[in-house]
C-alpha cells in the first residue's frame, strides 16, 4: 500500500482511492466519502440461469458465515 502511495505521490496524483470499506486509516487521510455500486449482468439463455444460480449460491454462503 504504501508503495502505491509514494508512487502516485511521484506522479503528481491528486487523489488516492484506497477502496470500499470503513477502516480507520481511511478517515486519517480524508473526512470525504465515496458511494461504490456493484451491478451484475449475466449472459441470456441456460449458461446465464446457470451464473445466476452459481451467484445465489455464493451470496447465501457469505451471508451464512456472517450469521
Do not use: C, P
Request: proline share 0%; net charge positive.
Amino acid at each position: 500500500m504504501g508503495i502505491m502511495i509514494q508512487r502516485a505521490i511521484k506522479r503528481g496524483y491528486r487523489a488516492f482511492n484506497f477502496l470500499r470499506g470503513d477502516d480507520g486509516y481511511k478517515r486519517q487521510w480524508t473526512a470525504s466519502r465515496r458511494q461504490t455500486h456493484e451491478t451484475v449482468v449475466f449472459r441470456a439463455g441456460w449458461s446465464g440461469v446457470g451464473l445466476r444460480v452459481l451467484d445465489a449460491v455464493a451470496d447465501l454462503r457469505r451471508r451464512l458465515v456472517r450469521a
